[in-house]
Structure formats: structure tokens, C-alpha cells
């Protein structure tokens, strides 16, 4: 059985990375990495998702994230930017980490129990669906 060379990880992203958080995961992993930022663009229902409609925001989005680029070519990190609309963010990460073949998932956790005791009450998160649903490694980061 061959190995791989090089360590795919899918981080998933909102508006804020805690860099200090991800170096530190980082530092531990061995092998040659390769970072594949991914941030999901929510619609409802109701909105249609034509390309037309929502290239846009994604162009938007983009740019707003172009930092993350630039901070893994500072660390010399090969690293890639991905923006996508969804309906469902769970499903679109499971989904973009089949896509790439990644072997580690990286979500952020806020660290805010008020907010996360509320939505716990309500529904579960989204977070807890991607780490029961999906077969890969998946990390939490402390986003704040």
C-alpha cells in the first residue's frame, strides 16, 4: 500500500481564524500539508442559487478572505481558497471534504457558552452533525 506525501485538511471558515490556534495544530502534524479553506455561503430555502445570482457574494467572500492565502504562503504552506453556496453548511463540508479527499476536517468552536447553551436547547449544532457524520478526522480549534 502506497503513502501519501502530502496531508490534505479541509479548515472550514467563517469570518474569523484563530492563526495562533492553527499554527499550534500545525506545528504537531509531520508530514507535508496541504490546506484547503473552505467557506460556505448559506441561503435559505427560498432564495434560488443561480450562479448568475450568487457569484457575487462568492467573489466578495473571496476577497474578503484573500488574507488566508497570503498567511499560508507566509508560513510556507501550500493552500488553496474555496467559496460555495449551500442550502445546508453540514452537508457542504461532508461534501467539498469527499471533493478533495481530505483526511482531517478543521472546524472553529466559539468559545461563547451562552449562545452555544441556547442553540444546544434548540437544535444541534453544526459542528456536532459534521463530526457525527463524517468519516474523517475532525478538529476542533477555539475560534476565539
Request: charged share 30%.
Amino acid at each position: 500500500m502506497s503513502r501519501k506525501t502530502r496531508y490534505k485538511i479541509l479548515f472550514a471558515v467563517k469570518d474569523y481564524v484563530n492563526f495562533k490556534a492553527l499554527t499550534d495544530l500545525l506545528e504537531t502534524l509531520t508530514r507535508d500539508i496541504e490546506i484547503v479553506f473552505l467557506h460556505i455561503i448559506e441561503f435559505p430555502l427560498s432564495t434560488p442559487l443561480y450562479p448568475e445570482m450568487i457569484s457575487t457574494h462568492i467573489e466578495e467572500t473571496r476577497n474578503k478572505l484573500q488574507n488566508l492565502l497570503d498567511w499560508a504562503k507566509a508560513q510556507g504552506i501550500n493552500a488553496d481558497l474555496r467559496v460555495t453556496a449551500s442550502r445546508d453548511i453540514v452537508e457542504a463540508i461532508i461534501s467539498e471534504a469527499e471533493k478533495i479527499d481530505a483526511d482531517m476536517i478543521v472546524l472553529q468552536k466559539s468559545l461563547k457558552k451562552i449562545k452555544r447553551k441556547i442553540r444546544r436547547l434548540v437544535r444541534q449544532t453544526n459542528l456536532e452533525k459534521v463530526t457525527d457524520l463524517s468519516k474523517r478526522i475532525v478538529v476542533l480549534l477555539p475560534s476565539d
